[in-house]
């Protein structure tokens, strides 16, 4: 949720908060707030389509500072979108300024954009180091909350509806919670985190021992996220707060003044029929009722996730409207197994697509993903009805058709589509209730007939790069504009780097291997871009941004099919800034083999998978032939070239088919 203009407001009274050195304790964090927190502020760049190696390096350090401090760390993270609808308007506006920040990016300013798969980095890397974890089914907020009260555990969140959940231990702010300035106690030698801890009771005994119990008022009057009563514009216009001359336009004026007003009531039954004493008479009673009925949102209850944490108990309380999901779908999104996009799908069966830094003139990279999403949509809604017969018998009945509401990005504004579900032959025999039973090797064929790729793809290279591999073949023949050899060679290359860099940095036997080593660092100082360049080529960004998208629709069909490819580890596979920079590096005449002639395990990597997403492309893909007849020059300057070609070729280590293709390309 989040109240307009009160965390801004709160965070200039110091008089609220207490400082607080985190050690030795247990604390509940907002997985949302922390992940968008810690790749906003930590300066990886934003403007390449996301660098999830960085970001990976810096989750995993965040924890560490808490492990160091012995602080037990339970992660909540939001499921899909208010399925209320209550938030809507808000959903649209702020898919309308994300737009905005990734074309402000892509012209080269300063705009937050989040990539495509971080929240799958951070999931996978609380899953490596083992951090309890809990995926809700909708927003987080209210289970975060009812958590904190139950345990009395402070929140580590910026969502400033904290500040009016009633919650003994209080909640940090982010904002000031210094994980990388660990200090050590003189006293104990204990070594904790510096934090500030905001806490209800210091705000209340502020505004004149203010009752709790008229917090959600304050906050419904003011507005949050689901909620904005027009008719309160009239009571504002109506009261004069003590000191608050000018309460239209001052936001922090305004709270103020309503923390201070309301605190001369009793209780909020007394400061509802005040409220509605200033309003006109015809809409006395509706205000009343929704100001009753919003206030609700704030109440606390025994919370489903101490027994989620502390016994493995699956989600218990579902919502109404997901009482259709089957068990195992249910269980799969409590543990994250299953991403939000899936519950938007089945319950709203409507989806904002995540704007990409790219060229804002062209079609939304999403495009290039869509045939995915129509199977995925198809797997997901398509059901089975039984109409019965005067006999009683059951008779089977076509499928329905669904569509899906899609809101994505045309030029620089919010566009929706309505996109029709797809049910391919190879899913007839694949229903959502049954996924769980279906032999491995029949979800493996719908993935692979989905990509339109063979099995031979996926066996070519290492298990853990198959889904990326098959990804990057589909890639190259469902792309508008289409890759060149530079990009595919560029992402190639950039999916080894990634192998050889977690090869360096794990348990692999390869690390042994010096070759692989120096290789590596030799690639890492080439990651590094001069400041000149760090401006977004983006043309280049919209081609990796439709290799982005593919590869996230792809990891969300797999995890529904339950994983007949091996789930690969997203920080190793892409890293922006290297993919842009080796495509200046090979559009500067370089070329792979030079690039990674140091290790015969990278070269042999790079071939495998090059071998693996081209062996089914025609021989003139990246350049087909021309119609019309060639002069006499022409042809005498065509054999020249050739003979020049093959004279290249020849000095080249590589029997791959595409190898005159990459001397022609430089």
């Given at each position: 949720?989040?109240?307009?203009?009160?965390?801004?407001?709160?965070?200039?009274?110091?008089?609220?908060?207490?400082?607080?050195?985190?050690?030795?304790?247990?604390?509940?964090?907002?997985?949302?707030?922390?992940?968008?927190?810690?790749?906003?502020?930590?300066?990886?760049?934003?403007?390449?389509?996301?660098?999830?190696?960085?970001?990976?390096?810096?989750?995993?350090?965040?924890?560490?500072?808490?492990?160091?401090c012995?602080v037990?760390?339970?992660?909540?993270?939001?499921?899909g979108?208010?399925?209320?609808?209550?938030?809507?308007?808000?959903?649209?506006?702020?898919?309308?300024?994300?737009?905005?920040?990734?074309?402000?990016?892509?012209?080269?300013?300063?705009?937050c954009?989040?990539?495509?798969?971080?929240?799958?980095?951070?999931?996978?890397?609380?899953?490596?180091?083992?951090?309890?974890?809990?995926?809700?089914?909708?927003?987080?907020?209210w289970?975060?909350?009812?958590?904190?009260?139950?345990?009395?555990?402070?929140?580590?969140?910026?969502?400033?509806?904290?500040?009016?959940?009633?919650?003994?231990?209080?909640?940090?702010?982010?904002?000031?919670?210094?994980?990388?300035?660990?200090?050590k106690?003189?006293?104990?030698?204990?070594?904790?985190i510096?934090?500030?801890?905001?806490?209800?009771?210091?705000?209340?005994?502020?505004?004149?021992?203010?009752?709790?119990?008229?917090?959600?008022?304050?906050a419904?009057?003011?507005?949050?996220?689901?909620?904005n009563?027009?008719?309160?514009?009239?009571?504002?216009?109506?009261?004069?707060?003590?000191?608050?001359?000018?309460?239209?336009?001052?936001?922090?004026?305004?709270?103020?003044?309503?923390?201070h007003?309301?605190?001369?009531?009793?209780?909020?039954?007394?400061a509802?029929?005040?409220?509605?004493?200033?309003?006109?008479?015809?809409?006395?009673?509706?205000?009343?009722?929704?100001?009753?009925?919003?206030?609700k949102?704030?109440?606390?209850?025994?919370s489903?996730?101490?027994?989620?944490f502390?016994?493995?108990?699956?989600?218990?309380s579902?919502?109404?409207?997901?009482?259709?999901?089957?068990?195992?779908?249910v269980?799969?999104?409590?543990?994250?197994?299953?991403?939000?996009?899936?519950?938007?799908?089945?319950?709203?069966?409507?989806?904002?697509?995540?704007?990409?830094?790219?060229?804002?003139?062209?079609?939304?990279?999403?495009?290039?993903?869509?045939?995915?999403?129509?199977?995925?949509?198809?797997?997901?809604?398509?059901?089975?009805?039984?109409?019965s017969?005067?006999?009683?018998e059951?008779?089977?009945?076509?499928?329905?058709?669904?569509?899906?509401?899609?809101?994505?990005?045309?030029?620089?504004?919010?566009?929706?589509?309505?996109?029709?579900?797809?049910?391919?032959?190879?899913?007839?025999?694949?229903?959502?209730?049954?996924?769980?039973?279906?032999?491995?090797?029949?979800?493996?064929?719908?993935?692979?007939?989905?990509?339109?790729?063979?099995?031979?793809?996926?066996?070519?290279?290492?298990?853990?790069?198959?889904?990326?591999?098959?990804?990057?073949?589909?890639?190259?023949?469902?792309?508008?504009?289409?890759?060149?050899?530079?990009?595919l060679?560029?992402?190639?290359?950039?999916?080894?780097?990634?192998?050889?860099?977690?090869?360096?940095?794990?348990?692999?036997?390869?690390?042994?291997?010096?070759?692989?080593?120096?290789?590596?660092?030799?690639?890492?100082?080439?990651?590094?871009?001069?400041?000149?360049s760090?401006?977004?080529?983006?043309?280049?960004?919209?081609?990796?941004?439709q290799?982005?998208?593919?590869?996230?629709?792809?990891?969300?069909?797999?995890?529904?099919?339950?994983?007949?490819?091996?789930?690969?580890?997203?920080?190793?596979?892409?890293?922006?800034?290297?993919?842009?920079?080796?495509?200046?590096?090979?559009?500067?005449?370089?070329?792979?083999?030079?690039?990674?002639?140091?290790?015969?395990?990278?070269?042999?990597?790079?071939?495998?998978?090059?071998?693996?997403?081209?062996?089914?492309?025609?021989?003139?893909?990246?350049?087909?032939?021309?119609?019309?007849k060639?002069?006499?020059?022409?042809?005498?300057?065509?054999?020249?070239?050739?003979?020049?070609?093959?004279?290249?070729?020849?000095?080249?280590?590589?029997?791959?088919?595409?190898?005159?293709?990459?001397?022609?390309?430089?």
């Open positions: 949720m989040g109240i307009h203009g009160l965390w801004s407001y709160v965070a200039s009274n110091s008089e609220f908060f207490s400082d607080l050195k985190l050690s030795r304790m247990k604390i509940i964090i907002d997985g949302n707030s922390l992940y968008h927190r810690l790749y906003f502020t930590s300066g990886i760049n934003q403007q390449h389509g996301g660098e999830y190696d960085a970001f990976a390096d810096i989750v995993h350090r965040f924890f560490d500072a808490l492990f160091v012995n037990k760390p339970y992660v909540v993270l939001d499921g979108c208010d399925y209320t609808n209550k938030k809507f308007e808000t959903l649209k506006q702020r898919a309308q300024e994300r737009i905005r920040a990734a074309h402000c990016s892509s012209m080269g300013s300063h705009g954009v989040l990539p495509l798969l971080a929240r799958e980095v951070f999931i996978q890397v609380l899953s490596r180091l083992q951090i309890p974890f809990v995926q809700c089914l909708s927003e987080a907020d289970e975060i909350a009812c958590l904190a009260s139950q345990w009395a555990y402070p929140v580590l969140t910026m969502d400033s509806d904290f500040c009016i959940f009633n919650l003994s231990a209080g909640f940090c702010p982010l904002v000031n919670f210094d994980w990388n300035r660990i200090k106690c003189k006293q104990t030698s204990q070594l904790y510096p934090a500030k801890c905001f806490l209800l009771d210091k705000l209340c005994r502020y505004f004149d021992k203010l009752n709790k119990d008229l917090l959600p008022l304050f419904v009057m003011i507005g949050n996220d689901y909620i009563i027009n008719a309160m514009d009239t009571f504002f216009s109506r009261v004069t707060f003590p000191g608050s001359s000018n309460l239209k336009r001052d936001t922090h004026a305004r709270i103020h003044g309503l923390l007003w309301l605190s001369t009531f009793g209780n909020p039954k007394e509802i029929e005040k409220v509605v004493e200033c309003l006109h008479e015809r809409d006395r009673d509706a205000v009343r009722e929704c100001l009753c009925s919003s206030m949102e704030y109440k606390l209850s025994a489903q996730l101490a027994d989620y502390t016994s493995g108990v699956s989600l218990s579902v919502p109404r409207v997901m009482d259709v999901l089957p068990p195992w779908v269980k799969a999104l409590g543990k994250a197994e299953l991403a939000p996009y899936i519950i938007d799908v089945l319950v709203l069966q409507r989806v904002f697509l995540i704007p990409q830094v790219e060229n804002s003139r062209l079609s939304s990279s999403h495009m290039c993903s869509l045939p995915i999403r129509q199977v995925l949509y198809g797997l997901l809604l398509r059901a089975k009805r039984q109409s017969t005067a006999s009683g059951g008779v089977a009945i076509k499928d329905k058709v669904h569509q899906v509401e899609e809101f994505s990005r045309q030029d620089v504004a919010l566009k929706k589509s309505l996109i029709q579900a797809v049910v391919p032959a190879s899913t007839e025999s694949v229903l959502l209730e049954n996924i769980v039973t279906v032999p491995a090797s029949v979800c493996r064929q719908v993935l692979l007939e989905t990509l339109g790729v063979t099995s031979s793809v996926a066996k070519t290279v290492p298990s853990h790069l198959s889904l990326a591999a098959s990804v990057t073949s589909y890639w190259l023949t469902h792309s508008n504009p289409k890759p060149s050899l530079l990009h060679q560029a992402v190639l290359l950039g999916i080894v780097y990634g192998e050889l860099c977690r090869i360096t940095k794990t348990a692999d036997p390869a690390a042994s291997h010096e070759d692989v080593k120096t290789t590596c660092w030799a690639l890492q100082k080439l990651h590094r871009i001069p400041r000149w760090l401006n977004v080529d983006v043309d280049v960004a919209h081609i990796f941004s290799w982005q998208t593919s590869l996230q629709m792809s990891f969300y069909l797999n995890q529904v099919l339950r994983c007949p490819l091996q789930e690969p580890e997203i920080q190793w596979l892409y890293s922006g800034t290297f993919m842009h920079q080796m495509f200046r590096q090979l559009n500067s005449k370089a070329t792979p083999e030079s690039l990674l002639s140091g290790s015969a395990l990278a070269s042999g990597l790079y071939e495998n998978l090059l071998t693996a997403v081209t062996s089914e492309l025609p021989l003139d893909f990246f350049h087909p032939k021309k119609r019309g060639k002069s006499a020059a022409q042809k005498k300057d065509s054999k020249s070239k050739m003979s020049k070609n093959e004279s290249k070729k020849s000095l080249q280590n590589t029997d791959n088919r595409f190898a005159l293709l990459s001397l022609d390309e430089d």
